[in-house]
């Protein structure tokens, strides 16, 4: 098992990584935003490359719906340096954040940036598993990865796979935290911010309650 410091440096990697595959992209030339939830000075620096942001426009950009832009992929990979270090550090409505992620469509973007963004969600999920109190809740976390990439199959995966005192705390907590939802049917999900439709996020849900009862019944 890996320390603690060793995991920070897994996911310090994956943060450099994300700046070196999305460093000096910028907005399209053309891009004007919805005009009423962004100001021409905020739509300018989305269009500057490498120019820092302010932390509520990277907040903004990742939690508004697609329409407000011409094109909203363009607008995610701009932000994504920032994003990423936000959402390791411990930023609020980590999920909300992450629906911005599944609706620019990473996984289909070239092999370079989605491998970025795959291994940043892939450490930041282990890291904080193999953490006594991570910036952010495990549970969180995990709904926030889960919107990122439109399935829970891989998190249950990892989560399966760490064996450490740790891990299972974390797994008592969270499952004590979706008390309300495991009380209900498959139609009350902790997934509020899913990329999809209702009958997705209801099937990943279902997907997760039959894990946690085999992992109960273990």
Known sequence: MTSPDDEGDVLAAAVARVATAFGG???RADEAGCGRCFGEVEVELLRTPDAPLP???VRRVAQKD????SDQPAIIRRALPQLVVMLAGG???PALMARGLAAAGWSRWPREQAGAVSGFLEAWWTRSLRTESPPTRVDEVFESCATASSSVTPWLARWEAERGTIAR????ESADRWREELAYDDSLSPFWWW???EAESQAAWREVRTWLAARTRA
């Open 195 to 197: 990329w999809g439709t």
């Open 66 to 69: 697609p329409f407000h832009w």
């Open 169 to 172: 705390r974390h797994l008592t």
């Open 91 to 93: 930023a609020d409505e």
């Open 55 to 57: 932390t509520d426009l």
């Open 25 to 27: 992209m910028t907005a």
